[in-house]
Structure formats: structure tokens, C-alpha cells
């Protein structure tokens, strides 16, 4: 153990900027937000103390269960999706053509769109009429749906966009495609592995701990899930409350009904909903991750 | 050095420092013997100019007498930001919100009430028109004073009218009267889709007043204790509407909703005169006049379920001292200032909206961008006006109601069954509300 | 079959960025079109007659000024980058090298701050800023990035972990202190990594719009994305074209320093080592 310092003070000493800060800024918001989920507190008064009563009106409120289902339903749609069309693209930038820069900076691109423009703009992409991509679909004879004023369809349409904005993981995955050692590749090429098979065998592994990392700031992402919907939806939850989620009914709750007891509750609900996911996702992964070198 | 890292320094370095030492500053200068007066206001962009020039004026005139020095401060997310800055203890002197706010603010003590402080610092309230004084009011209480107030009336395309075989002269007073119309000016292409509409009362057409159509009907809605959709009169309202889908047919309803744009977005169907009439305030004329100028339209107020009774919404936005406000009686002052008929009713004129007071000054009318404001102005006067109704809680409320409009329009439930379903929501809301207030009144 | 591969990539490149571009194409398609042709239903992709008006309301206006907010926003980004690179880098060597007691629980604490739903602390850490007097002042905004941020900080503990130790040792037997190992060994070798964080931090900033709302006071202290609400109107006549001016504007810096630096991003983020 002569490798590392061993005591307590260095340590602390060390990662004090993080551990201040923690204690500066977070701690005591974060106490008193526990505390204040079991309060009443309507923002402008002192809180009032109410027991756990704010969580058992969570455990009755359909609402809460509402959101909870579109932020599961957004996660399993969305997560899956993303990584899917986020591998194939970061695949496919990393070939060995001219110009790969400029690709790359067109998928990258609209992830620092200012999120009111990328509402205009997908408002009209997806309008029925003369919307692009409905355009596109009567090409090759499909009935258009309504997207954005379809029950149905409107959460599938919020997790385009989301591809849309896939920018930030494409260039994680692109830097986790470069980590692989070619050698693998040419060790498979000479065993006669297709392409395919390479991809299956070699790529897949070699990027399996990257993919873990996206899934998990994905999982977190998909909880947090607050603006676009807000601004691409006039009723600010769409039809019939389809694309309302976890962390917007949080926000209404906190500051247009002034319940923030209610919203701090729901806010460690979440927090523990998080930490369970993240929980379940390292032990789902465990066995279909490989980490080089163990 | 690479030719990639020279670039990016020359492209953007560069710039990038030139600006941090060359650029602009935010100057920001006060006079130091003046008591400077924060007032945050929504406004932003156009829209501000003219407080602005109030403000400027004021600094320039009564303030520099008083010792006052009012500082205009734009915020986006007005209600937002003042409710943190007022729980945070750190209020604005002044702040220029909407009406509906009032009894949700007031209920938590969070707004000075005015009306003692309005007599001792003589702002002259009679002149006012008892509609908006009531809109300000809470629990009896005057909570706020009027800024710019607004009815909503029925604008209507006079082309379209006369198209359809309807005289133009003479809108629809009745709900009755108001369906033939829409029937008459709603149009279909061969394949039976809608290219015109009369009017729909869709919420992702126009996104503001979802939940005032029973009031059209006669409706009481909030008794002071419950918000009742479940009398005859609301469910008249609700049954109105799911009766004209069905008749107009809803696929194509829901069809020409999703396509033909939003009335407050970028493609106005209303401008572009495929939907017939609409449900807007006095601002739509300057929409009119910079986008559709030869469009032929006229206001309306909108129809009632009789002709006898002139149902009329009346809103607008109001200023109010925050509890903990720093100097309020500064802000009286300032007040008494903006209450001024001249000062009031420029601000209003500019802002294309109605005047508060019973007799407006002629050269209101003469200089207002909105030629049918006398309409608007008549509206204010009917004895059944009425705002956004008095609960404390009326914004979690409201949210139900736009669940039950959405589930009429689309049919989710039967009218009847979603109205008594929302009942259900809105008197679980409502209670919860009133047991947190009485679990207040029995805190230490 | 070399070439024809070649070219299917060439073909599917071409489609996939073009798909990715077309909406951003039709923003700046709004950004020359006059007002009147904006408000056109059906709307029509390509400006009849393309003109800058819009541009240079957005630099003239005066309700936007382009060039304040810009070096509003530049100089938070500044101040706040340097101290989120030193402080985090400074940590997460800590949770790197250094093997104490309790490490394992701060730095689990640490990442679990990153689930933290932030408006419910939002009226809290108000009333912190407050009594410190910062409400009104830019400090809010970059002093707290001074205390590092909990995913730099993982970024960076899983690069410096994958520096071989031995450098450090040899450096040590020469009498290189601690802080001399980090400074002079670490650091350098660790700019990739260290753009990477620079690059996610000041795009964060950049588009940020909660913080510079709550806690800036004046108009003069606004940042792009705080100016750009502005541009929305209350009353539904919000100039789109401006608006998309103003967010074009805003986007093509990024743009500039994505295309010319995004080798060095890619590498960075390669051997940040996230596979853990």
C-alpha cells in the first residue's frame, strides 16, 4: 500500500473544492428539502410540519402515476432508440472518409439549438399538412398521424427530437470506437469474420462499457425531462396530459400550486427511483459488459 | 502550431477576447439621492416601450421632486421569479402580474393589501370601473390596481360572412344563433376534410381561456367554497361543445386543429382566414394590421345562451406591492402616479387595450390602435362581467379543466361522465387546499 | 468493391447529415424572411427574397443587444471555467491517487448529487445567494463552478486513473511533492481530457437559462439565452425572425469550434476511459 497515501487528512485535503462545495451550496438545500417534504410549505409562509402525510397523497394521486408511467414509457422508448440510432451514427462517422468533420459537426450541431427554436422548428416538421416528414411518409403511401395532437403520438414524437439532439452520445461513442485496438479487427478479419460478425463480436464488446455509461446519464436524462416539452406544447402536457412527466408535474407542483412539500417529496421519490434504476442497470449489465484487461 | 488551432485562436479566440475587453458594457447608473424604486415588469421587447417612457418621465417629474428613482427591470417569468424573490425575501418595490395570480398570492399573505394605503395616499380609485377593481380584489381585500385591462370579444371574418350568406352587420348574440354560423362557415373539400372553420374552442388552438365556456352558459362556477361543474348550466357548456364535434365530426375536427396553426403561434389560421371567428382581446387588431392589413373583420362581444344576458370575460394585468417590499411607500407614490387618468390611459392606448376608467378621455378612443376598442370598452360596462374566479388555489384547478376540456373535444368520455369525473378532481383539489389552510390556522 | 463501399458511406453520410441539418436550415430560412412572410400559412421553406433585417435588429435593437449578451455570457463562461477545471482536476485527483478512509462513500455521495432534481433546491440555494448579497451580481453564476461539479469531477478520476502510476513514483523518488506529481505530471498529460470538460462546461453555460433568470437583476447583465426569452412576446406577436436571427447567431460559434476542434474532443473523450 505504499502506492497511495494513506491518511485522512491529505484525502480530505485533496478533494476539499468537491466537499466544500457539497457542504456550501447542496447540503443545506438538500436537508432542508427533506425536511420540508414532510411540511406544508406553500413558498411564501413558513412551512408547517404534517408528518408523512405528503407521501401517502402521492401514493393516492393519479396524477403521480400519470407522469410516473409517461416518464417510464419515454425512458423504455427513448433510451433503447437513442442508443440504437446513436451507435450506427457514431459508426458510421468514424469511417475513414473526407469531410467526417463536417458530418460530424451536422449530427453535433443541433444539440446547442436554443430549445425555443427547436420547438418552431419541430412544430413544423411534424405539422400534418405540410410538415416535412409527413410529406415523407405519404412518398411511400403512409397515412400521416396528427404527432403532436395525437394522444397516441405525441410522446413518439418527442422521442424524434430526441434522436434529433442524440449529438452529445454519437461523439462519446465515436471516442469509444477509436479506443478499440485495431488489432481485434485484423485478428477477426483473418479468422474470415463478415462485417457483421466483427461488429457483433468485436465492436459490440469493445464498446459495451461506453454504452453503460450513456444508459445510465440517459436514465438520469429521462428523469429530468422538463423544457422541450413545455415549449413544444401549448397545453404545456400535451393532449391528455400525453408527454406531461415526472419532473414537470414536480416543477407545477413547487411553483404555479405553491406545494412545494408535495414537490420536495416527489423530488426524493425521484431521487431514489434514480438511484434503484442506475442500481438495476449495473447489475442487469454486469454479465454483457466487458471491460479490457479483466 | 497547426493550422487547426490557428484557425480556431483567429475564429474564435480572438473574437472572444476582443469582446470580453472592447465589448459592451452594461452601464448601469443611478442617481445617489434618490430612494430607487425596483419594478419588475413582463413586459419585454416592444411591448415595454411605452411603461418605459412612463418610467422615464416619472424619474424625470414627480420623482426628481419626491426623491424617487423608478428602475423599469423587464423579467421574463414575472410570476415565477417574484414568487422566488418574495419567498426568498428580497421582493421588488413593484411588480406588474396577471389578474389570475391575485388570490393565490394574497391567500399567502404575500401581497400589501391596498385599500387603506390607496386613501392615504389619495389614488384616486373612484374613477375606476368597478369590473377591474373587483378583478383586483380578494377575500374582500384590494390587493392589486388595474394596468392594462382587456376583454375578450368575438372577432369575425366579414368576407367569410357574407360568403356563407350571412349578414356581417349582424354577428351572432345567442349560442344558438352563434351555431348556425359556425355550421354555415365551415367548409369542406371533397374528401369531406375541413379547409374552413367556424370557430373551435380547442386548447391547442388557442392555449389561454380553456376553461370559460360555462360561463357563456350562465354558469356560477366558484360559490366561495366549491367550483362547481356539476349544475346544469356547466354541463349546458360541456354539452355544447361535445354536441358541435360530433355534428362538425371530430377525426376532421381534431385533423384541421393539428394542421392549421396556432391562433398566438407563427401560422395565425384566424389571419390567414381559414378559421372564421375567434376568441381574442384588443391586441389581435395590431396582428391584423402589421400581417393580414386587408382583411375584412369585425368584434363582436361573444354570445351568450341568451340575448338578454351579456356574459362578458374581463381580465388584466395589475401592479402589486409584495409583502416585504422595501419601500412601499415609495411605491404608492409611483403608484399614484401610474392611476393618473392621462398616464393610465396612454399605457393602455399603446398597449392596445381598454381603459380602466368609467369615462374614458376622448383622445382615447381618437388615438387607438384598435378601431372596434369601443367595443371592447362596452363590454367592460355589462353587469355580467366576470374574471378569472377567486380561489387561492385556481391554478392547480385549472389544470383539470383544461383535462376535462381535452376529453370532451376528443371524446375520451361522454360529456356528462368527464364533467362529473373532473367534479371529482377539482373538490379533491379544492380540499386538500382548504385542509392545508386550516392546518395553518392551527400551527403554533 | 473497395470504391463502392466507399461511395455507399459517402451516399449514407450525406443523407444522414442532410436529415440532421434540414431543420436547422429552415431556422435560418425564418431568420431572412420579412415579417409578413413568416406569419404565411402554409408557411414556405425557402425566403421569397432573403433579407438581413433581422440580423441587424438583433444587433441594433434596443431591446437585444447581441453584443452585450454575448460578452455577458463569455465572461461567466470564463470565470467559471477556470475554476471548474482547477478545482475539479484537483478532486478528482483526490479520488484518484489518494486512498483514505471513507473514500469510497464521498465519492459515491458525490456522483449521487448528480440525481438531483434542482427545483426543489432552488429556493433554498436563492435564499444562500441572498444572504451572501449576490442576488443581482454574476457571482451566483460562476463562483459555485470554483467547487468543481460532480460529472467533471467522475470524467476526470477515471482519466487520471488511467495514468500509469509509475510516472508519479519516479517523479516522487526525485523529490516532486504531491502537489508538484499533480501539477507538473498530471495536468499535462491530461489536455485532452481537460478540453473535453472545457467543451461540455461551456456549452452548459451557454445555454444555461434558469440560473441567469433567478439571479440576474438587469437587463444589462443578461445572457444569450436569458436575452432570447426576451424575444417572446407576452401577447403572442414575438418577431420569429429576430428570434431565429438571434438563435443562429448564437449556435454558430459552436459550430466553428466544433468543426475545427472536435479531433482533439473525440480524443479526449476516448481516453477520459468512461468504459470505468
Given at each position: 500500500m505504499s502506492r497511495t497515501r494513506g491518511s485522512l487528512l491529505t484525502g480530505l485535503l485533496w478533494t476539499a473544492p468537491w466537499w466544500l462545495g457539497f457542504l456550501l451550496w447542496l447540503a443545506l438545500p438538500l436537508g432542508l428539502s427533506l425536511y420540508i417534504s414532510f411540511c406544508d410549505y406553500p413558498l411564501l409562509r413558513p412551512p408547517v410540519f404534517v408528518g408523512a402525510k405528503n407521501y401517502t397523497d402521492l401514493a393516492a394521486d393519479p396524477l403521480f402515476a400519470r407522469v410516473i408511467a409517461n416518464t417510464f414509457l419515454y425512458a423504455l422508448l427513448a433510451i433503447p432508440l437513442g442508443t440504437v440510432v446513436a451507435v450506427l451514427l457514431a459508426i458510421l462517422l468514424n469511417q475513414p472518409v473526407r469531410g467526417q468533420s463536417i458530418y460530424r459537426a451536422c449530427i453535433f450541431v443541433p444539440t446547442i439549438v436554443p430549445l425555443v427554436a427547436v420547438a418552431v422548428v419541430w412544430m413544423w416538421l411534424l405539422?400534418?399538412?405540410?410538415?416535412l416528414v409527413n410529406s415523407a411518409l405519404a412518398l411511400v403511401g403512409l397515412p400521416g398521424p396528427l404527432w403532436l395532437e395525437s394522444p397516441r403520438w405525441a410522446m413518439l414524437a418527442l422521442v424524434f427530437v430526441s434522436l434529433w439532439l442524440v449529438g452529445s452520445p454519437v461523439v462519446i461513442y465515436l471516442a469509444g470506437l477509436q479506443d478499440i485496438p485495431l488489432t481485434l479487427y485484423e485478428a477477426a478479419r483473418i479468422d474470415g469474420a463478415s462485417p457483421l460478425r466483427q461488429f457483433w463480436h468485436v465492436t459490440l464488446p469493445g464498446l459495451s462499457p461506453v454504452i453503460l455509461f450513456n444508459v445510465i446519464i440517459g436514465v438520469i436524462a429521462s428523469w429530468q425531462v422538463f423544457a422541450l416539452p413545455y415549449v413544444m406544447w401549448r397545453t404545456q402536457r400535451?393532449?391528455?396530459?400525453?408527454?406531461?412527466f415526472y419532473t414537470m408535474y414536480l416543477y407545477d407542483n413547487a411553483f404555479q400550486f405553491l406545494k412545494m412539500g408535495y414537490a420536495s417529496a416527489m423530488a426524493w421519490v425521484q431521487f431514489l427511483i434514480i438511484l434503484a434504476l442506475t442500481g438495476l442497470v449495473f447489475r442487469l449489465s454486469r454479465r454483457h459488459v466487458h471491460y479490457r484487461g479483466s | 502550431m497547426n493550422l487547426r488551432a490557428a484557425l480556431l485562436l483567429t475564429l474564435l479566440g480572438l473574437p472572444a477576447v476582443l469582446l470580453l475587453a472592447f465589448g459592451p458594457r452594461g452601464a448601469h447608473d443611478v442617481p445617489a439621492d434618490r430612494v430607487v424604486l425596483r419594478y419588475w415588469e413582463k413586459w419585454t421587447g416592444v411591448e415595454s416601450v411605452p411603461m418605459e417612457r412612463i418610467v422615464e418621465r416619472f424619474n424625470r417629474t414627480v420623482g426628481a421632486d419626491e426623491g424617487i428613482w423608478v428602475e423599469y427591470i423587464a423579467v421574463s417569468n414575472v410570476e415565477k421569479r417574484t414568487l422566488i424573490a418574495t419567498a426568498g425575501g428580497d421582493p421588488p418595490d413593484i411588480a406588474g402580474l396577471f389578474d389570475k395570480i391575485i388570490p393565490q398570492f394574497a391567500d399567502q399573505g404575500a401581497l400589501l393589501p391596498l385599500d387603506q394605503l390607496a386613501v392615504e395616499h389619495e389614488i384616486?380609485?373612484?374613477?375606476?370601473?368597478?369590473i377591474w377593481l373587483e378583478i383586483c380584489r380578494y377575500d374582500g381585500r384590494l390587493y392589486a390596481l388595474p394596468s392594462t385591462p382587456y376583454t375578450i370579444g368575438l372577432y369575425y371574418n366579414r368576407r367569410l360572412f357574407r360568403e356563407a350568406?350571412?349578414?356581417?352587420?349582424?354577428?351572432?348574440?345567442t349560442i344558438a344563433a352563434f351555431d348556425e354560423c359556425v355550421r354555415r362557415l365551415t367548409r369542406r373539400d371533397d374528401g369531406g376534410a375541413i379547409t374552413q372553420l367556424g370557430f373551435t374552442t380547442s386548447p391547442g388552438m388557442l392555449g389561454w381561456w380553456h376553461w370559460v365556456w360555462p360561463m357563456f352558459f350562465d354558469a356560477q362556477l366558484w360559490d366561495g367554497q366549491r367550483y362547481r361543474l356539476d349544475t346544469p348550466r356547466a354541463r349546458a357548456a360541456y354539452d355544447w361543445i361535445a354536441a358541435r364535434r360530433d355534428e362538425l365530426g371530430r377525426p376532421q375536427l381534431l385533423r384541421f386543429e393539428a394542421t392549421a396553426g396556432a391562433i398566438e403561434g407563427m401560422q395565425n389560421p384566424f389571419l390567414a382566414e381559414r378559421l372564421a371567428m375567434v376568441f381574442q382581446g384588443p391586441w389581435m387588431s395590431n396582428w391584423i394590421a402589421s400581417y393580414a392589413p386587408e382583411l375584412d373583420y369585425g368584434v363582436a362581444p361573444f354570445p351568450s345562451v341568451t340575448a338578454e344576458r351579456r356574459n362578458v370575460f374581463a381580465s388584466s394585468d395589475v401592479f402589486v406591492i409584495p409583502r416585504g417590499a422595501r419601500h412601499p411607500r415609495e411605491a404608492l407614490r409611483f403608484l399614484r402616479y401610474l392611476m393618473r387618468q392621462d398616464v393610465l390611459e396612454e399605457l393602455c392606448r399603446l398597449q392596445c387595450k381598454v381603459s380602466p376608467f368609467r369615462e374614458p378621455r376622448p383622445d382615447f378612443f381618437a388615438g387607438h390602435p384598435n378601431p372596434d376598442i369601443a367595443v371592447f370598452e362596452q363590454m367592460a360596462d355589462s353587469p355580467h362581467a366576470f374574471g378569472y374566479?377567486?380561489?387561492?388555489?385556481f391554478a392547480e384547478v385549472n389544470t383539470e379543466l383544461l383535462h376535462l376540456l381535452e376529453n370532451v373535444i376528443r371524446g375520451t368520455l361522454p360529456p356528462g361522465q368527464a364533467v362529473t369525473a373532473s367534479q371529482q378532481h377539482v373538490d379533491a383539489i379544492v380540499q386538500r387546499y382548504q385542509d392545508m389552510a386550516r392546518r395553518r390556522e392551527a400551527a403554533p | 468493391m473497395r470504391t463502392r463501399t466507399a461511395l455507399l458511406t459517402h451516399v449514407l453520410l450525406v443523407a444522414v447529415a442532410a436529415a440532421f441539418v434540414l431543420p436547422l436550415v429552415w431556422m435560418v430560412c425564418v431568420s431572412l424572411k420579412p415579417p409578413g412572410e413568416v406569419l404565411a400559412n402554409p408557411p414556405r421553406f425557402l425566403p421569397r427574397q432573403p433579407e438581413v433585417d433581422a440580423y441587424r435588429e438583433v444587433f441594433r435593437s434596443e431591446h437585444f443587444d447581441f453584443l452585450l449578451y454575448a460578452r455577458n455570457t463569455l465572461l461567466i463562461a470564463v470565470l467559471s471555467l477556470v475554476g471548474m477545471l482547477l478545482s475539479s482536476a484537483i478532486a478528482a485527483y483526490g479520488f484518484a491517487r489518494m486512498n483514505f478512509p471513507g473514500r469510497r462513500l464521498l465519492f459515491g455521495i458525490c456522483l449521487a448529487?448528480?440525481?438531483?432534481?434542482f427545483p426543489v433546491i432552488m429556493v433554498p440555494t436563492y435564499m444562500i445567494f441572498k444572504e451572501l448579497g449576490w442576488i443581482g451580481t454574476f457571482l451566483p453564476l460562476w463562483v459555485p463552478a470554483w467547487f468543481g461539479s460532480a460529472f467533471n469531477i467522475f470524467l476526470l478520476r477515471q482519466f487520471f486513473r488511467g495514468i500509469p502510476i509509475e510516472l508519479e513514483e519516479a517523479a516522487r523518488i526525485d523529490g516532486c511533492s504531491q502537489w508538484g506529481c499533480f501539477w507538473r505530471i498530471i495536468l499535462p498529460l491530461s489536455k485532452p481530457a481537460l478540453a473535453v470538460v472545457a467543451l461540455f462546461h461551456t456549452l452548459a453555460v451557454w445555454n444555461d437559462l434558469v440560473g441567469p433568470l433567478i439571479y440576474l437583476a438587469h437587463q444589462e447583465q443578461f445572457t444569450l439565452a436569458l436575452g432570447l426569452q426576451f424575444l417572446q412576446s407576452k401577447s403572442g406577436d414575438t418577431p420569429w425572425n429576430q428570434l431565429m436571427a438571434a438563435a443562429t447567431l448564437i449556435v454558430l460559434p459552436v459550430i466553428v469550434l466544433f468543426l475545427l476542434a472536435q479531433r482533439t474532443f473525440i480524443r479526449g473523450i476516448a481516453t477520459t476511459g468512461i468504459k470505468g
Open positions: 405539422n400534418p399538412e405540410f410538415g400535451g393532449p391528455g396530459n400525453s408527454v406531461y | 384616486d380609485l373612484a374613477g375606476l370601473r368597478p350568406g350571412l349578414d356581417p352587420d349582424q354577428p351572432p348574440r374566479p377567486a380561489m387561492p388555489m | 448529487t448528480m440525481m438531483i432534481p
